[in-house]
Nanobody, 119 residues
Framework: QVQLVESGGGLAHPGGSLRLSCAAS????????VAWYRQAPGKEREWVVS???????NYAGPVKGRFTISGDTAKNTVYLQMNDLKPEDTAVYYC?????????????WGQGTQVTVSS
C-alpha cells in the first residue's frame, strides 16, 4: 500500500511563497507520474500541474510561471514551490502519484493540505 503525506500548507500574504511537500511511503517499484491538484471552497477539484518522470511537465494556465514542481527520487518526495501567491490560489492542495508496486499499477492521493492566501 502506498501512502502520501503532504505538508507545507499554511497562510501566506499575496505575493508571498509557500513550498508544499508530498512524501510517498510504502513499497514502490517505480513512480511514473506525479501531480498536484487543488480544490477551492465550493468548487470542484482542479488539476494544477503534472510531471511525467523522465518526460514532460505541464502546468495549468493560472499557475504557469509562478508554481514549480520538482522531486527527490531518493526520498520519494514531490515538491510544489508556489511563488507570487494570489488570493485565488486559496484551496486545499492534493498530491497524486501514479506508480507501480509489487501488487499493481495504480494512483494514490494525499490527504490534502490547506493553503490560504490573504492579506
Amino acid at each position: 500500500q502506498v501512502q502520501l503525506v503532504e505538508s507545507g500548507g499554511g497562510l501566506a500574504h499575496p505575493g508571498g511563497s509557500l513550498r508544499l511537500s508530498c512524501a510517498a511511503s510504502g513499497t514502490i517499484w517505480n513512480i511514473h507520474e506525479v501531480a498536484w491538484y487543488r480544490q477551492a471552497p465550493g468548487k470542484e477539484r482542479e488539476w494544477v500541474v503534472s510531471m511525467i518522470i523522465g518526460g514532460a511537465t505541464n502546468y495549468a494556465g493560472p499557475v504557469k510561471g509562478r508554481f514549480t514542481i520538482s522531486g527527490d527520487t531518493a526520498k520519494n518526495t514531490v515538491y510544489l514551490q508556489m511563488n507570487d501567491l494570489k488570493p485565488e490560489d486559496t484551496a486545499v492542495y492534493y498530491c497524486n502519484i501514479r506508480a507501480t508496486t509489487p501488487f499493481r499499477l495504480g494512483a494514490w492521493w494525499g490527504q490534502g493540505t490547506q493553503v490560504t492566501v490573504s492579506s
